[in-house]
């Protein structure tokens, strides 16, 4: 059994980017991982590390973030600008740490705080997916 628990924030970024970009089935076939920063430096504010980008046909949808990530010290969060409802519901539905931030317009901070978190993180991100690309569900 493995005790030690990875809380580094760039590992966790990194394993999140794995998920996205490793797998062709369900949402996640739609995104890709874009304007990554690989030598980008954790911060305690968080430091922008990668953007999460929507693929596809539809022309509202084609090459635009769903989200961002920031790398902390000891964990990541993504930053949604898409699809903020559903990554509400989600990331309640997954017990993660989620908050709206007030910014015109406004987003939502979902946060990711070990290794073993980033499988419901990719749960967040693909709800948020689902929303955006289903007609009348997005909240962005």
């Known amino acids: ?15 999140l980017a794995s998920e996205i970009d490793g797998r062709d089935d369900d949402e996640l076939a739609h995104l890709s991982v874009a304007n ?5 430096e954790p911060t305690v504010d968080g430091a922008q590390a990668y953007d999460v980008v ?12 769903l989200a961002t990530v920031f790398v902390h010290p000891d964990r990541i969060h993504l930053e ?6 559903a990554a509400v519901e989600a ?3 997954r017990t993660l740490m989620v908050r709206p931030k007030a910014t015109t317009p406004p987003k939502t901070l979902v946060f990711l705080e070990s290794g073993a978190a ?16 289903e007609p009348g ?4």
């Open 1 to 15: 059994m493995v005790e030690d628990r990875l809380t580094d924030g760039r590992r966790i970024a990194q394993l």
């Open 36 to 40: 990554v920063d690989r030598d980008v």
């Open 54 to 65: 929507l693929e596809g046909t539809d022309e509202m949808v084609n090459g635009q973030p």
């Open 80 to 85: 949604f600008e898409r699809g903020r409802d």
């Open 91 to 93: 990331a309640a539905n």
């Open 118 to 133: 980033v499988k419901r993180g990719v749960g967040v991100v693909q709800a948020a997916t689902r929303a955006v690309r």
């Open 137 to 140: 569900r997005e909240d962005a």
